[in-house]
């Protein structure tokens, strides 16, 4: 009798351990459940402030392309849309110059949709701290590409410039729609040249 009585003890001395484990086991599973999700809740105020950075300068590039995309597309849809639909006075040429006013208006569509590309890509895909070589190989190519078709547009809207003004605006053989757009987008076009080189000069000045 005193085996058995034993033995039942052991068996409920046991079975009061295991029990205690099970317990101590869930408890365990149950809070390293809450500390998964805790830590992404309670991280340091230093990483949620350089996840604030990051996120502010990724808005700031987003609104600069933007502002990129507003102000340089209204001009080149225009001179690509009169480029090749105008047939009162565009196909018109002076003696003196190989240069239509429809080959200056194709011509410079093409090249500010070139620039502005390049400048869309360059203000969303890389960011100036944390670029590879490649996308500093690519930052190089496109300022120098940027340079180069900024100096040649300038040269280009001087030259439609002579042709329209010196040569075609006069003989009033062109539509009132068009001869305004020409007029009107060669005057914004030498504006935003002037302003692009005072801004380049400042800078120059203050480094």
Known sequence: MMNTNSNSQEKQLSEVVIDIESQN??????????QLP????????????????EVEKKLFRLCLGLLVLVIMSPIIVCDLYFGFTDTSCSREQPDELALSIRLYLI????????????ILIGITCFEPNNTSEAGLCFICCGSIGFICAALFNIVWNILGAIVFWGYIYGNGNCDKTFSTYVFVSLIIKFVAALLSYQLNKKKDDKN
Not at 38 to 53: T, V, Y
Request: net charge negative.
């Open 38 to 53: 805790l830590k992404g809740i309670l991280r340091k105020p230093d990483e949620q402030f350089l996840d604030n950075i």
């Open 107 to 118: 011509v410079s569509g093409f090249v500010g949709l070139s620039a502005m590309i390049t």
């Open 25 to 34: 086991e869930t408890k365990e599973n149950i809070t390293n459940e809450l």
